[in-house]
Nanobody
Framework: QVQLVESGGGLVHSGGSLRLSCAAS????????MGWSRQAPGKPRERVGG???????NYADSVKGRFTISRDNAKNTVYLQMNNLKPEDTAVYYC?????????????????WGQGTQVTVSS
């Protein structure tokens, strides 16, 4: 089984910074890609960005230049450094792991999602 747990959310003023973490646990052999998405009331779910096991990252235009995704493969952990936060960044942030290969089963690679962490940016 695989579990992803996000942490680091909270309340911050406009222009401030937060660093989110997401750790994947379980009998994991490898994870191809990890990333982040967000969901705010009245807005569609939006992909924030992702990073491959090789360290190649990509970002949505709305966060490019402000957010940075990094990854610790040894810890199966992905990070989201958020700088210059804006009220429109307020959302529940979810992490995901794609192409997860387990050590305990012969099943195909699977995709998993965390339960989210709230980020609120006040103006």
């Amino acid at each position: 089984q695989v579990q992803l747990v996000e942490s680091g959310g909270g309340l911050v003023h406009s222009g401030g910074s937060l660093r989110l973490s997401c750790a994947a646990s379980g009998s994991i052999f490898s994870i191809y890609a990890m990333g982040w998405s967000r969901q705010a009331p009245g807005k569609p779910r939006e992909r924030v960005g992702g990073i491959s096991s090789g360290g190649h990252a990509n970002y949505a235009d709305s966060v490019k230049g402000r957010f940075t995704i990094s990854r610790d493969n040894a810890k199966n952990t992905v990070y989201l450094q958020m700088n210059n936060l804006k009220p429109e960044d307020t959302a529940v942030y979810y992490c995901n792991a794609d192409g997860v290969v387990l050590t305990t089963t012969r099943g195909p690679p699977g995709d998993y999602w965390g339960q989210g962490t709230q980020v609120t940016v006040s103006s």
